[in-house]
């Protein structure tokens, strides 16, 4: 039997475990869902060995799948959005993605970043910007980034609070 770091138990127990004391009682144990709309290739890979590790579910798609027409339930907290699909509509779909309640967190992908962009993806409701190729390291941070906010925000709803 291979030996297991303490981190490595501690994070495959909070998987297992619903009362996993890394948590506060009470709080919502499941991890959100991450919708990645990307083109195939380097980071779809990437996004990929990312959610393997982690346990996360991932749901990758090339197109946009309709989320204007369902409820709350149908919009994950974190979206990931290859900005190359659809160069010209890109502010019109994370717009539209993030007047959802609750507001999800986009991710825009995209091959040129600067602050003209970033300041842009900031006004249309974005969240945070990677080039690509995505590194894989940026990656895990603004999926940690985008977590972290998600499980912040369990914490602060009521248990009858559902729209998450």
């Known amino acids: 039997m291979a030996r297991v770091g303490w981190k490595e138990l ?8 619903p009362s996993h004391p890394r948590y506060p009682e009470g709080a919502r144990q499941e991890a959100p869902q991450i919708l990645a709309i990307v083109r195939q290739g380097p980071n779809q890979l990437v996004l990929q060995s990312i959610s393997r590790d982690a346990g996360w579910a991932l749901t990758l798609s090339e197109t ?4 204007t027409s369902g409820g709350p ?3 994950p907290p974190i979206i990931i959005y290859d900005r190359e699909l659809s160069p010209d509509h890109w502010r019109e779909i994370v717009r539209t993605l993030t007047k959802k309640s609750p507001k999800p967190y986009v991710i825009l992908l995209s091959a040129n970043t600067d602050a003209n962009l970033w300041e842009e993806l900031q006004r ?5 910007i990677l080039r690509t190729p995505v590194n894989q390291d940026e990656m895990l941070g603004a999926l940690k980034r985008a977590r ?7 914490q602060v709803r009521t248990p ?3 729209r998450l």
């Open 148 to 154: 972290q906010l998600w499980h912040s925000q369990m």
């Open 10 to 17: 501690s994070c495959r127990l909070a998987r297992l475990l």
């Open 160 to 162: 009858n609070d559902k």
């Open 64 to 67: 946009l799948p309709s989320l």
């Open 73 to 75: 339930a149908d919009v």
């Open 124 to 128: 249309v409701g974005g969240s945070d």
